[in-house]
């Protein structure tokens, strides 16, 4: 079993859905999460962290369940500018990050 | 502007050839990262540094080496031998000043090819 998984997709939307990202973590262990998006060709970028309690930033949802090892993503009012793939990152120890192999999503028209 | 800078951009590589990228922070962080990322794959840790003068292997270090002599550079040398040295680099680093377990941030990468 993988440390990180993610559905690859393509999750292909109209702009203005409402779109769902899970992703499950098999180290009960792991403190910290996050969720980063990374553009065709681009460096990862830091979405945002994930909290126990849940946390809201804008269009974006973070979710975290400990007793299933999931974490998910929910973007609300989708843009065409989302676009991209959607990494979980679950913190591995030793200042270490496990990465999963990403989402991808297509907004479209 | 606080950043990493990865240098270069794009590097092409010759059969039997040592290849450095170059990896600089100036963001003061004590954490330092290498990863390998190849197409429609997750990203795989090569090597990290916590502290100057010390560093880790990651999963897939071999054929790889790194130095971390000053705080704010952690070049990676991809040897010869590493067979299938394509992909792309990206450098991260990450700090404590609010605890344990921050995110990590990165650098523009760079893209490797053997010619």
């Known amino acids: 079993r993988k440390e990180v998984e993610q559905d690859p997709g393509p999750f292909n939307v109209p702009e203005g859905a409402t779109v769902a990202f899970n992703c499950t973590y098999s180290n009960s262990a792991s403190q910290s999460f996050f969720w980063y998006r990374q553009d065709c060709r681009k460096e990862p970028k830091l979405l945002m962290s994930v909290y126990s309690s849940g946390n809201e930033d804008g269009r974006f949802t973070a979710q975290l369940n400990r007793a299933s090892q999931y974490i998910s993503l929910l973007i609300r009012d989708s843009k065409l500018s989302d676009s991209a793939t959607y990494l979980c990152v679950v913190h591995g120890g030793y200042n270490k990050l496990i990465f999963g192999a990403g989402t991808r999503l297509a907004v479209h028209p | 502007d606080g950043g990493i800078t990865q240098s270069p951009k794009y590097l092409f590589r010759k059969e039997g050839q040592n290849v450095t990228l170059s990896c600089e922070q100036n963001l003061n962080h004590d954490a330092m990262y290498w990863y390998r990322q190849d197409p429609g794959q997750g990203l795989r840790l090569i090597y990290y540094s916590q502290i100057v003068n010390d560093f880790q292997k990651g999963d897939i270090a071999e054929g790889y080496s790194v130095s971390r002599e000053k705080k704010e550079s952690f070049p990676l040398t991809v040897t010869s031998a590493q067979k299938n040295p394509t992909a792309f680099y990206l450098c991260?680093?990450?700090?404590?000043?609010?605890?344990?377990?921050?995110?990590?941030?990165f650098g523009d990468g760079t893209r490797l090819s053997i010619l």
């Open positions: 991260a680093s990450s700090g404590r000043d609010r605890g344990p377990n921050q995110p990590q941030h």
